[in-house]
């Protein structure tokens, strides 16, 4: 049981570059989140999808698009990396309402 | 919307003594509330919560938070701090009434437990 999965675990773009942030989760979570963490600032939500099929706008969508896979996996993609996109990010899953979320190892993303 | 302030970026604690993390938060209807740690180049692990009945709930690591209403704060406690207590503490807070199982998080704040 890995929990939640990410890859990679650092990353260097050169602004203007593209790549895709992958999560998985083995929890059999029905919902799952991307968070931005940034010093000083917490955790803000980029996008979530509260079920397969579904996903929705967060706190800090732009400039990132996301993918629901399938139940246990969710990508997030920078279209066109920037360097205000330097930061950490975690992928989450949850069970629903009310229960906790769990969080992946991140990913540390710089962009020059 | 909610919101969470966690007032206090730093903490310093001798070992043994105890230890308190305050948060405060602002929802409009009954909040679900959380606390995770996250220690150096780690992801957040999940402390504990509070959902409904005791105010008082216990969790990991001998850790324990008090949901006080009219204060609208829940803070994290512990009785007797170890040195690997520190960490990077975060309250969280979510609205059930809001139709969706986002967290909010605070800006954290950094434990410190000094031999």
């Known amino acids: 049981n890995a929990g939640v999965t990410q890859t990679p675990k650092f990353q260097v773009l050169k602004t203007g570059q593209s790549m895709t942030l992958q999560c998985a989760q083995d929890?059999?979570?029905?919902?799952m989140y991307w968070y931005r963490q940034d010093p000083g600032m917490g955790l803000r939500l980029i996008y979530y999808?509260?079920?397969?099929?579904?996903?929705d706008k967060g706190e800090v969508p732009n400039g990132y698009n996301v993918s629901r896979l399938n139940k246990r996996e969710f990508s997030l993609r920078l279209e066109s990396a920037a360097p205000s996109q330097t930061s950490v990010y975690f992928c989450?899953?949850?069970?629903?309402?009310?229960?906790?979320?769990?969080f992946g190892p991140g990913t540390r993303l710089t962009v020059t | 919307a909610q919101s969470v302030a966690q007032p206090e970026d730093q903490v310093n604690v001798a070992e043994g003594n105890p230890l308190t993390v305050k948060c405060t938060y602002s929802?409009?209807?009954?909040?679900?509330l959380f606390w995770y740690v996250q220690y150096p180049n780690r992801g957040l692990q999940f402390l504990l919560k509070?959902?409904?009945?005791?105010?008082l709930v216990k969790g990991s690591y001998g850790f324990e938070a008090e949901f006080n209403k009219s204060q609208t704060s829940f803070h994290l406690k512990k009785p007797s701090a170890l040195v690997s207590d520190s960490a990077l503490y975060f309250c969280?807070?979510?609205?059930?009434?809001?139709?969706?199982?986002?967290?909010?998080f605070g800006t954290g704040t950094r434990l410190t437990v000094i031999p």
């Open positions: 969280a807070v979510s609205d059930p009434e809001a139709g969706a199982n986002n967290l909010f």
């Open positions: 929890m059999n979570h029905n919902s």
């Open positions: 999808s509260a079920s397969e099929g579904t996903t």
């Open positions: 509070y959902i409904t009945g005791d105010n």
């Open positions: 929802v409009s209807g009954n909040p679900y």
């Open positions: 989450a899953s949850s069970g629903g309402r009310g229960y906790e979320q769990y």
